[in-house]
């Protein structure tokens, strides 16, 4: 399928608070075709959030792009204007985060903070812009639209939040989405719903989404590929049965053992609940001269201690950065 979105060699780094400066992301290459959800995994502060934020041109004033190139429809973002880079964003690319106290205002009603997306992006008269809210409201499964356009965000538990902030994602209809781990700040069940809601969505409106997530439930039932990433690389990257049945890079099978399973340890059964890594992600200002994962790895070889290994292409079409297989 032909790129929608097309990453390259994309570095970012912020400045130090008193120590050298560190790379948050590094090297970073990859692609979202046209309707394909792709899913981003790894620890927090391996780069995902700011990946995306440099996607996007929204970087805090402490960091900044080094090199790299962000393509979005064959258009460089990076060389794009002011103006023409807010034309996109809620326009063509959209992007949901983490915690919807961060997209919604406390003092506007939440339909209104979605009608005001529309007014900026087509224009039009306040009762088009209402239509087109309510319909969004719908779509994201308000059974009553009105009342969530009245209600103030305070009215509305984490989960009705959060959809509104999907709302605000999806009313202009983008090609692209952007999710930072939008199940994260909810309970089990608001999860659960909204992991259905999100696949239904992005089958629905042929979305192209890069999803950043710990849910692994959520990864697999609707990211077609999932890139693995740890310390601002992108480690490994497979179809979600591959890299969470079969993991190859060790930094992958660490993250698999340490996602929680419904069983606990005994005589018969050794293996403990939860297997956490070992060790804590290196400091981006200090980072190792060879895999960034050595210290912690426990497969390491010679090479590991100062040298990156490089990007191997696997027979099954996966990509892992180990010398294990290959480099």
């Known amino acids: 399928m032909p790129a929608l979105l097309e990453v390259r060699d994309l570095a970012v780094q912020y400045a130090g608070n008193g120590g050298p400066p ?33 996607i996007l041109g929204l970087l805090p004033p402490s960091a900044r792009v080094v090199s790299g190139t962000v393509r979005f429809r064959g258009r460089e ?3 794009l204007a002011d103006a023409e880079l807010r034309g996109l964003r809620g326009g063509e690319i959209s992007i949901v ?7 919604l205002n406390p003092v506007r009603r939440a339909g209104a903070q979605v009608a005001e997306i529309v007014q900026a992006h087509r224009g039009g008269s306040r ?38 902030a999907i709302a605000q994602a999806l009313v202009c209809r983008p090609a692209l989405v952007l999710a930072d781990e939008p199940t994260a700040a909810l309970d089990s069940t608001a999860q659960a719903e909204l992991r259905a809601l999100l696949k239904d969505l992005q089958g629905r409106f042929a979305l192209a989404m890069l999803l950043v997530s710990h849910d692994l439930g959520a990864l697999a039932a609707i990211a077609r590929r999932v890139l693995v990433m740890y310390a601002g690389r992108l480690v490994e990257a497979g179809a979600p049965g591959q890299v969470f049945v079969e993991p190859l890079h060790p930094y992958s099978r660490g993250l698999m053992a340490a996602v929680p399973r419904p069983r606990l340890r005994s005589e018969t059964n ?39 290994p490089p990007e191997t292409p696997m027979a099954d079409g996966r990509r892992v950065r180990c010398f294990k297989h290959g480099g």
């Open 22 to 54: 560190g790379m948050a992301v590094d090297e970073v290459s990859l692609d979202v075709a046209e309707g394909e959800a792709v899913g981003l995994l790894g620890e927090s502060g391996c780069g995902k959030t700011t990946l995306l934020l440099a």
């Open 97 to 103: 985060l983490q915690d919807p106290a961060l997209a």
């Open 270 to 308: 050794p293996r403990p609940f939860a297997v956490p890594i070992a060790g804590s992600p290196p400091d981006p200002g200090a980072m190792p001269p060879g895999c960034a994962f050595e210290p912690r790895c426990p497969d390491r070889l010679p090479a590991c201690v100062d040298r990156v």
């Open 127 to 164: 009762r088009r812009c209402r239509e087109e809210a309510l319909s969004t409201l719908a779509a994201v499964g308000f059974s009553e639209p009105e009342r969530i356009y009245d209600a103030y965000p305070h009215e509305l538990s984490g989960g009705q939040r959060q959809r509104v």
């Open 77 to 79: 973002l990076r060389a």
